[in-house]
Nanobody, 128 residues
């Protein structure tokens, strides 16, 4: 399993970015996929996840600003980041796990422990 992120960069507050995660080595359509981030001095947190049936889950801090989506034909996962804030500054990681997403109380997981495969990350820096 290989995950390669791209699309990070430096933007001003209020700007937008689109992150991409190119995948290989597995049957993309049967995997649970997600985006995580880790800011300076912070724990890695789940930003958004998507199940093979299209169900999504978002962190409260990004709801309405970020959108996770995928192109099964291209085996690629995306994260659209809009209305960026300085607190969104972090290394963003793509993650995958085989099969359907783990669910807790009916909601798909954003827990890093539920994802076995990780990319190297792409840096997003938002200036005020």
């Amino acid at each position: 399993v290989q995950l390669v992120e791209s699309g990070g960069g430096s933007v001003q507050a209020g700007g937008s970015l689109t992150l991409s995660c190119s995948t290989s080595g597995f049957t993309y359509s049967s995997y649970c996929m997600g985006w995580f981030r880790q800011g300076p001095g912070k724990e890695r947190e789940g930003v958004a996840t998507i199940d093979s049936d299209g169900t999504t889950a978002y962190a409260e801090s990004v709801k309405g600003r970020f959108t996770i989506f995928q192109d099964d034909a291209k085996n690629t996962l995306y994260l659209q980041l809009n209305s960026l804030k300085p607190e969104d500054t972090a290394m963003y990681y793509c993650a995958a796990d085989s099969g359907r997403c783990t669910r807790y109380g009916g909601r798909i997981s954003r827990n890093r422990a539920d994802f076995a495969y990780w990319g190297q990350g792409t840096q997003v820096t938002v200036s005020s």
